[in-house]
């Protein structure tokens, strides 16, 4: 590991010359230590190879610092040739990354630093250790002094590294030791158990078990890279996914608030709009949920039925305050505001479902209803649960365009035409559902339509919008008469 472009401060003049003594140190300990090394050429220059091989394809980390497999030729030359041999190629390692990389020139000062020490303090720590203990690479616990080398290599290149990159940013030490250290632990685990692999391989094998190391030490900085693409990767798909979502809201909400402000628009016309379409989708959704749908076919007949009427737009006044005699040219008009409103609704993306269920809200079960004269089954379920809930609310709500009736009476009149006009099933469910609300309820003269919207939860995507074929604008309208417990 070693410091890269992300290091932009430039130390004071007093760091730098520290770091130039701290270089000069290095060198003169290493020419003092060198004569008791293991010089071998073949050994050193194939190490040098897979190092400097490792680091010019290092993999750039998010906080900016370099990983390679390089500490891992650094290890074997330390445990097999000594502090010297591996302080010179950690240096020509890091030249040669500087080539590929090319960072600033401090950033290439302490990583000279630190590679000429780590490898030359972990060399003679571990020859110290191997004395002192008498062991060989013939005894298991020498394999233990490798791990422990290995621990200390990694430990004194995070705290040069990190402590120079803390210094120049003026961070926490802390802070950079979970953002840098903490996620590539369980690899520098793998790693420390590779080297201890390869140390005693070669003892057994020789220089055969360097071509080993070097599958080996491939391999791992492939995997480092494909992990590093996977976070990446990961990462676009978070920042992606965080952008979506805020669209996703902004055009829900905005979509929402569009539909709302149309409601709106048509209760200045008709006084009942708003409060009819409120209690529509309150009836509805309790239906909904005593026939056992799911949640999301809830909330669907719920938004259908604060939509349902959205069609009436295309009402001329006459139709839409209810004051005149109907011609046959306005019930032509009024059978064609499913289809209208549900064309609106089906523009919005996600609201495809919706759409469905409000073309078909005025569809009877004997197939005399509209805009399409769909019998039975061949009606959406919601949209037959809308249409019980419809009818009753415009029999008994005292701002209707019609003289109200009480709960009692709407129920008798539900039941009259149920298997006809309405679903036989969702009547008797919503005859239930009626038998234990109070007053206010059963006239739906609390039912709030801001309430029943809740337009900050409105923001989940359906699937896509339905796909109204251009037929439907030529098809006439079903049946020419309409119930008369039903709203138009």
């Not at 003092?32 to 897979?50: C, G, H, I, K």
């Not at 370099?66 to 591996?86: Q, R, T």
């Not at 495809?352 to 569809?363: C, V």
């Not at 079960?365 to 039975?376: N, S, T």
């Amino acid at each position: 590991m070693h410091g890269g472009s992300a290091l932009s401060e430039r130390p004071s003049r007093f760091f730098i010359a520290m770091e130039l003594a701290a270089l000069g140190g290095a060198v003169v300990l290493a020419v003092l230590t060198a004569p008791a090394a293991n010089w071998d050429l073949v050994l050193l220059l194939t190490l040098l190879a897979f190092s400097v091989t490792s680091d010019v394809g290092a993999v750039e980390t998010r906080a900016g610092a370099k990983i390679s497999g390089s500490l891992l030729a650094l290890i074997l030359a330390m445990v097999f040739m000594g502090g010297a041999p591996a302080a010179v190629i950690g240096v020509v390692t890091i030249t040669f990354g500087w080539l590929r990389w090319r960072d600033n020139p401090h950033d290439l000062l302490i990583n000279l630093v630190t590679y000429a020490w780590f490898p030359l303090v972990g060399g003679l720590a571990f020859d110290a250790a191997r004395d002192a203990t008498g062991l060989t690479p013939d005894d298991g616990p020498f394999y233990l002094l490798v791990l422990g080398l290995f621990a200390l290599s990694l430990l004194l290149n995070f705290i040069l590294i990190a402590g120079y990159s803390c210094y120049v940013e003026r961070s926490s030490f802390v802070a950079k030791t979970a953002k840098v250290l903490f996620p590539v632990f369980a690899s520098e685990i793998a790693a420390a158990t590779m080297a201890v692999g390869v140390a005693f391989l070669y003892h057994r094998i020789g220089i055969a078990a360097i071509a080993l190391f070097g599958i080996v030490l491939f391999t791992y900085q492939y995997l480092l890279g494909q992990l590093r693409i996977s976070e990446q990767r990961a990462e676009e798909l978070e920042r992606r996914g965080k952008q979506l979502s805020t669209r996703t809201r902004q055009l829900a909400t905005l979509q929402v608030g569009m539909l709302s402000a149309l409601l709106r628009t048509l209760d200045l016309r008709d006084r009942m709009t708003a409060r009819h379409s409120a209690a529509v989708a309150r009836y509805a959704r309790e239906i909904a949920i005593a026939a056992g749908f799911s949640k999301e076919e809830q909330d669907l007949v719920h938004t259908a039925g604060l939509l349902h009427d959205l069609g009436k737009f295309i009402f001329p006044d006459r139709i839409l305050k209810g004051d005149t005699k109907l011609t046959d040219e306005d019930w032509n008009i009024i059978k064609m505001h499913p289809y209208q409103g549900a064309r609106v609704v089906a523009q919005m993306e996600g609201y495809g479902p919706i759409s469905e269920i409000i073309l078909a809200h005025h569809e009877r079960i004997d197939g005399k209803g509209y805009p399409r004269g769909l019998k039975g089954p061949d009606i959406p379920a919601l949209s037959r649960i809308i249409s019980v809930a419809d009818t009753y609310d415009v029999m008994t709500a005292r701002d209707s365009y019609r003289k109200p009736i009480s709960s009692f009476e709407a129920i008798q009149e539900l039941k009259r035409v149920a298997g006809s006009q309405l679903d036989a099933e969702y009547v008797e469910l919503f005859v239930k559902i009626l038998a234990g609300k109070d007053v206010r309820f059963r006239h739906g003269e609390d039912a709030d339509f801001d309430a029943e919207l809740g337009l900050d939860k409105r923001v989940a995507e359906y699937s896509l919008p339905l796909d109204l074929e251009e037929s439907h604008s030529d098809e006439q309208p079903a049946g020419d008469d309409a119930a008369a417990t039903q709203s138009v």
